[in-house]
DNA sequence: GCAATAGTGTCTTTAAGACACTATCCC
DNA sequence: GGGATAGTGTCTTAAAGACACTATTGC
């Protein structure tokens, strides 16, 4: 039983403040809670899918939301996001390797949680490989892969509508400098599957052949594995090329955006 | 008088977490705070300086820590920054709306705060123009400008070592592809000035011609005054012209670090 | 005068984009 | 065969870096 007052804690205090800061004791401070909330970006059909979950109790009961969740005593903050990575998707170890996290950003405005505690959270970035089945969440909780053409036309609890847009913006820099859209394909990939990454996550057409041969001249980006493809496309074509990554995780150069040069 | 249960917030509990994130009454959670720490930069002597303040009470008293402090119960998170901001510089108004400041990383690893209360730090870089003055603190603090080669001899409190590292190397990363060196010059500065601007904060020698020549190339980084410096350099030189910050805030191409470029 | 700096000119190399073209595969 | 795709070649333009040069100033 641990037993708090809630005084002290007003706006007015620089020296209320300086007082609190500096002692060992528990003090008064007002009800505050540490969450981590996940964008998990994937492509499927030749989109952009977030992983969102569906709300089974108030607030925003009935909501889709990001999966999250409250930070455990014991774990740092990159562990609680593993942790809920890997509830939420229900991924494999396999799969879950090879999939990037990042810290986002962190939101605090206060009464962005409607409840009698100050929840601050800290938003995390996760690029998950093509995943077919539909995930099970490990609650109750309905758990779902949506196009992010579709959570536009959705409310999402929370301010998460906010944290989604400031995920995918953060995608789309990181594709240009990183090596990271090789997250979003499996272990091996070709050509046309990387450049389908950069179109989706971009929404952007690439010139085919100048993308192939700009790839090819990033040091460290791709390497060939030797193998192709056992067919060729769906709508005809030659086999493609196998490659794997090329252990590079800066690009240079950059694979700039065609919408930021002009 | 509010008062708290701290018993049922144990690791086991997916099943528990649950519970309590869905509930609208205050429950059981283990005592968190939340501060905000700032990285704030500036260049005095053709050096990086960062300001720190000396901790006059425990824990960590003596040592030499960032400028921080606890998020007001009615305060959003980049407020709680812009007013430590305030604070701890002792900037006037004028110079402090010509400061720069982003939200950098959060840390909340276990037993970064020796206290028995979870402390979770939303770190700010904040990027200052020249201030000739030493900075008076506001508290019975004391506070200085500590060039980053002094800082390596030190030990920082807490994890600020951490925090301090991650933001020069966001800084360093931001003078790529955005205007903000403008923002550690003061409203009127000679090209010469910004050149050392991306000198310093690189630590590396830049040719001074192409750097003139890149810097007028992109659209929007500066524009003239039509004035000039009223006396030469130092050791000699022309007059200087002078340029305000010309409203672009990426810049279209980068200016790219020499180091990235090999 | 001497040394240092501001600013410009020019040349080479690298990379991006437009376009064309061949080879291979599905149907 | 027809249509689509993989991958390469070539040309133009933009930009980065190396180097040289002139003009202006402090001392």
């Given at each position: 039983m641990l037993t708090l007052r809630?005084?002290?804690?007003?706006?007015?205090g620089a020296m209320e403040e300086a007082e609190w800061l500096n002692t060992y004791e528990p003090r008064a401070y007002p009800p505050v809670g540490v969450t981590v909330d996940l964008v998990i970006l994937t492509i499927r059909d030749k989109e952009l899918h977030v992983l969102l979950v569906e709300r089974g109790?108030?607030?925003?009961?009935g909501e889709w939301a990001l999966p999250g969740g409250f930070v455990q005593p014991d774990e740092d903050l990159h562990e609680a996001a593993a942790r809920e990575l890997k509830e939420e998707t229900g991924l494999r170890q396999s799969d879950l390797d090879r999939v990037y996290l990042e810290q986002l950003k962190t939101f605090g405005k206060p009464?962005?949680?409607?409840?009698?505690l100050r929840v601050f959270t800290v938003a995390y970035l996760a690029f998950a490989p093509q995943v077919p089945e539909p995930v099970a969440g490990t609650d109750a909780k309905n758990a779902a892969w949506i196009s992010l053409a579709a959570t536009r036309d959705m409310k999402l609890a929370f301010d998460h509508a906010a944290i989604l847009d400031e995920g995918v913006e953060r995608a789309r820099n990181k594709l240009e400098y990183s090596s990271?859209?090789?997250?979003?394909?499996?272990p091996e990939f070709t050509i046309s599957e990387l450049r389908n990454v950069y179109e989706v996550v971009w929404g952007e057409q690439l010139h085919p052949g100048n993308f192939h041969r700009k790839v090819m001249s990033v040091d460290g980006y791709v390497e060939e594995t030797g193998r192709t493809t056992e067919r060729g496309g769906e709508r005809g074509g030659p086999r493609a090329r196998l490659y794997r990554w090329?252990?590079?995780?800066?690009?240079?150069p950059a694979l700039l955006r065609p919408s930021e040069t002009t």
């Open positions: 809630n005084t002290q804690f007003e706006k007015d109790e108030p607030p925003f009961m009464g962005r949680d409607p409840r009698p990271l859209a090789t997250s979003f394909v499996g090329g252990g590079a995780t800066q690009l240079h």
